[in-house]
Each structure stands twice: as structure tokens, then as C-alpha cells.
């Protein structure tokens, strides 16, 4: 065997290793993250794939602990109960002070009656030195409104920019479903969900536990 054959046989040797490579990496089915919708992932479309920002809302599993926040002692995490000051004076509402992130899910089932998309922060007042003032619609920054069918509501504020995808998604929610991430957009001065109802009937047990 001369040198030139051997090296036309090690450059078809070569194309067909590589061919096979790359063959193999498409063919992967890559999962995308489940979790955050503001990473890339790779999903196999048709015969190739293509790398992506994740735009479809994630889907996290169910939370089963009949509370907005999957944690095993939310109540440690309350900052503001309901009826008490500065801005929860009428209100049937906890603020519970967990890190950005943290998933919020729904404590009853219900239609989605309102949602906000607010992704400033704000205050009431111009004396606090803020920029700007919250109007009543940018208060809650970006947030949901779920109605059971008797007309009793929740309220989940203070979501994450990247919330807005997944609330838009929302029509009908069943209980324990993921609708959105804890931040700190509208009248807000730090991570936090703000949970609010308009009956005092539907408080979660965990939440009762805490009283
Ligand atoms: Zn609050």
C-alpha cells in the first residue's frame, strides 16, 4: 500500500468518524431545565436542533403542603401579618421574606381574574426619597389574582420579571399549582411574597399553624 492510499484511506476514515459524530450529538434529546425560563437549552427540532432562549413558561411539579411556599416553617418567614402596619392596615395579608427565586404556588383553585405586570419598584410617598410614587395598579409590581368560584380571592405579589410569561399562561389554576417567582417588584422594600385573601374561610392550614 502506497502513502497516497493510506492517506486518502485515513481522510475518508476521518470524514466518516466525524460524519457519525455529529450525527450523534443531534440525535441526543436534550432536556431542557425546568426550572428559571431565562436560560438556553438545545431541543431536538425535526432532523437537527438548535440552541434557544426557553421561552415556554416552566412547569414545576405541584406543591402538596396546602401553603403558597413549599418551606417547612413558613412561618418563621413572615414579616407583615394580616390587619397590621404600614400596608397591611385593611388587609387580610402575610408578607413572607424569602430570597428572589423561590417558587409561589396557588393554595386554591380558581380562574385568573387579574394580573399585573408592574417590574419597577416604588413607594406611596415622595418624602422616601424615591423616584417614584406607586400608583394603585403598580403597587402589587407583578402579581395574580386567582377567584375560587364562590368569588373568594387570592392575591400573589411581587413576582420576578420572568413571572410574567408563566401568569400570562394562566387562565384556570388548580390548587398547589406553580404560578410565579418571589422578587420584590412594586411597594416593596425587599424579596418577599405578599398573600392576600378576601375571606378569612380559605386560610391555608400552614398559614393557620402560624397563628
Ligand atoms: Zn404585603
Known sequence: ????????????????FFALSVKTLYAQDVQCP???????????????SVESPETN???LPPNNTNSPLNLPDICSTISQG?????SHQNLLAWDFAVPRGTPVYSTFA?????????????????????????????????????????GVFAR???FTPESIAKIQSLSKVSEGEFIGWVDSTGLSTGNHLHYQLSDISVVPDAIKACQ
Open 156 to 158: 400573589y405579589a411581587h
Open 1 to 16: 500500500m502506497n502513502k497516497k492510499i493510506l492517506f486518502l484511506l485515513s481522510f475518508f476514515v476521518t470524514i466518516i
Open 110 to 150: 380558581g380562574t385568573v381574574t387579574r394580573t399585573g405586570q408592574y417590574q419597577g419598584t416604588c413607594k406611596w410617598s415622595k418624602n422616601d426619597n424615591y423616584d417614584k410614587w406607586c400608583s394603585p395598579t403598580e403597587k402589587y409590581g407583578i402579581w395574580i389574582e386567582i377567584q375560587r368560584s364562590d
Open 57 to 59: 413558561p416552566p412547569e
Open 34 to 48: 425546568t426550572e428559571g425560563n431565562t436560560s438556553t437549552c438545545t431541543t431536538q427540532v425535526g432532523e437537527g
Open 82 to 86: 394580616p390587619y397590621q402596619g404600614p
